[in-house]
């Protein structure tokens, strides 16, 4: 669909040139006669872009570019001044127009300005739209979390995200640490520099350390030409390590250095960078045990473990599943529900894979489920066998039992398994939280 230009110009001769040559090219053309014309008809015609005289009788240029870009703030605007009037020009742009041209012109020179400046303000939609979905994605408003775990989170990540402390977040895969780790940083003062993030278990040693500190020509076969590190790219910003407990003994020592003296070399160079860089590291091992073991740096691990986040696996967190769940529905199917019964298995399953995992599968039953409502069935095998009694092992005895007092035995070792927490043994037993309670207070349970 051609784009359509809307011309604004008390001269009836240049709006007739600048009509014939815009047609010429394919585009689309309104006409205005004036300023208060313009902005009567512009909300009627929606131009994609405004080609508009600066001088005009009545409403002037400036007083209709602001006006215009009331009611259509990225819209892209050509302002039309007099030839050699180096002011009225600096006055448009200073005014939000997108370019300026001076008259006379030639029909090549309007229809590359036209070109440009529809391609300028296609980019800048974009971008608008690209930052939106970020802030609406890295927002701590936007990580979904009602459990008093999460609130905690939430609580630590506004609190620490202005200081430049080295942050280190635990957690098992798809928790959501690098989900974390993007709220520190669009909620730091460095919000407007670059957040760099690198996998290091995604590397062999070598490869991993010409990432993180760059190389310079001829530093070893292959490098044709020099390269930044993404320390380098992340100067003035933060740089997110995801599994740094992955990264070699060798690789540590570098780390180490930068994290103390905030400078480093390049493979293969001799000229000292200096950066400033927070670094926000994730690991799903336990970097104090890796120290007994041997395999992590002690000295290194105090210098990342300044601000520990534990990131809870979501069994730990189940009264979270609903508005997870709740959230992915509407991010896949918003026309579509889940049934009380899938909804249970959802809630009864210990998501071995996390959040990740929740999402997955709701993304995978939303498509595979032609209903409205995705009931039980939908789900996959091992979430519809979350509720499957395991009778294995279990023998009545020839006396017979109690089952007051079996129940009670059930309830003080789920109790004790999942080291009192109440939602998680209820998930145990099968239960709700509720019927736990109820019964916790029935037997006189206390541990």
């Given at each position: 669909?051609?784009?359509?230009?809307?011309?604004?110009?008390?001269?009836?001769?240049?709006?007739?040139?600048?009509?014939?040559?815009?047609?010429?090219?394919?585009?689309?053309?309104?006409?205005?006669?004036?300023?208060?014309?313009?902005?009567?008809?512009?909300?009627?015609?929606?131009?994609?872009?405004?080609?508009?005289?600066?001088?005009?009788?009545?409403?002037?240029?400036?007083?209709?570019?602001?006006?215009?870009?009331?009611?259509?703030?990225?819209?892209?605007?050509?302002?039309?001044?007099?030839?050699?009037?180096?002011?009225?020009?600096?006055?448009?742009?200073?005014?939000?127009?997108?370019?300026?041209?001076?008259?006379?012109?030639?029909?090549?020179?309007?229809?590359?300005?036209?070109?440009?400046?529809?391609?300028?303000?296609?980019?800048?939609?974009?971008?608008?739209?690209?930052?939106?979905?970020?802030?609406?994605?890295?927002?701590?408003?936007?990580?979904i979390g009602e459990s008093q775990q999460m609130q905690e989170i939430l609580e630590t990540v506004a609190q620490v995200a202005g200081a430049d402390a080295t942050v280190i977040i635990y957690g098992e895969s798809g928790t959501g640490k690098e989900l974390i780790a993007k709220a520190l940083h669009e909620q730091s003062a460095r919000a407007d520099g670059p957040f760099i993030q690198?996998?290091?278990?995604?590397?062999?040693?070598?490869?991993?350390?010409?990432?993180?500190?760059?190389?310079?020509?001829?530093?070893?076969?292959?490098?044709?030409?020099?390269?930044?590190?993404?320390?380098?790219?992340?100067?003035?910003?933060?740089?997110?390590?995801?599994?740094?407990?992955?990264?070699?003994?060798?690789?540590?020592?570098?780390?180490?250095?930068?994290?103390?003296?905030?400078?480093?070399?390049?493979?293969?160079?001799?000229?000292?960078?200096?950066?400033?860089?927070?670094?926000?590291?994730?690991?799903?091992?336990?970097?104090?045990?890796?120290?007994?073991?041997?395999?992590?740096?002690?000295?290194?691990?105090?210098?990342?473990?300044?601000?520990?986040?534990?990131?809870?696996?979501?069994?730990?967190?189940?009264?979270?599943?609903?508005?997870?769940?709740?959230?992915?529905?509407?991010?896949?199917?918003?026309?579509?529900?889940?049934?009380?019964?899938?909804?249970?298995?959802?809630?009864?399953?210990?998501?071995?894979?996390?959040?990740?995992?929740?999402?997955?599968?709701?993304?995978?039953?939303?498509?595979?489920?032609?209903?409205?409502?995705?009931?039980?069935?939908?789900?996959?095998?091992?979430?519809?066998?979350?509720?499957?009694?395991?009778?294995?092992?279990?023998?009545?005895?020839?006396?017979?039992?109690?089952?007051?007092?079996?129940?009670?035995?059930?309830?003080?070792?789920?109790?004790?398994?999942?080291?009192?927490?109440?939602?998680?043994?209820?998930?145990?037993?099968?239960?709700?939280?509720?019927?736990?309670?109820?019964?916790?207070?029935?037997?006189?349970?206390?541990?």
């Open positions: 669909m051609a784009s359509t230009v809307m011309v604004i110009d008390d001269e009836k001769n240049m709006r007739f040139v600048v009509r014939r040559a815009l047609k010429a090219a394919g585009y689309e053309t309104v006409e205005a006669a004036s300023g208060e014309e313009a902005l009567e008809s512009f909300s009627r015609e929606s131009p994609d872009l405004v080609m508009l005289d600066q001088r005009m009788p009545g409403i002037d240029g400036i007083t209709t570019l602001v006006e215009i870009r009331k009611l259509k703030p990225d819209i892209p605007v050509i302002m039309l001044t007099a030839h050699g009037n180096v002011e009225d020009a600096v006055d448009a742009m200073k005014a939000g127009a997108t370019d300026y041209m001076t008259k006379p012109f030639d029909v090549d020179e309007l229809r590359l300005a036209v070109e440009k400046a529809l391609r300028i303000g296609s980019l800048e939609r974009q971008v608008d739209y690209l930052k939106g979905e970020l802030d609406r994605q890295y927002d701590t408003s936007g990580i690198l996998s290091c278990a995604a590397l062999p040693e070598t490869l991993l350390e010409s990432e993180l500190f760059g190389y310079e020509k001829g530093a070893f076969t292959g490098a044709v030409t020099s390269k930044p590190g993404r320390f380098e790219l992340a100067d003035g910003g933060s740089l997110f390590l995801d599994e740094i407990g992955e990264i070699s003994p060798a690789v540590q020592v570098k780390l180490l250095r930068v994290l103390e003296q905030r400078s480093f070399e390049r493979l293969g160079g001799s000229k000292t960078i200096e950066v400033d860089v927070r670094l926000i590291g994730a690991t799903n091992r336990e970097l104090a045990a890796m120290i007994k073991e041997g395999t992590f740096r002690e000295d290194l691990y105090y210098r990342l473990n300044v601000i520990p986040i534990n990131m809870p696996p979501l069994r730990e967190r189940r009264g979270d599943i609903r508005i997870l769940s709740e959230h992915f529905m509407k991010r896949y199917a918003p026309g579509k529900q889940l049934s009380g019964e899938a909804m249970r298995l959802l809630e009864s399953y210990h998501w071995p894979g996390n959040v990740r995992e929740l999402q997955n599968t709701i993304e995978r039953s939303t498509i595979l489920c032609r209903a409205d409502v995705i009931d039980a069935d939908d789900l996959p095998e091992e979430v519809k066998s979350a509720l499957e009694p395991s009778t294995a092992g279990i023998r009545l005895p020839a006396e017979g039992v109690e089952m007051g007092a079996v129940e009670r035995e059930l309830i003080i070792q789920a109790l004790q398994r999942t080291g009192g927490n109440r939602t998680r043994a209820a998930a145990l037993l099968g239960i709700s939280r509720h019927t736990l309670l109820y019964r916790i207070d029935k037997y006189s349970i206390s541990l």
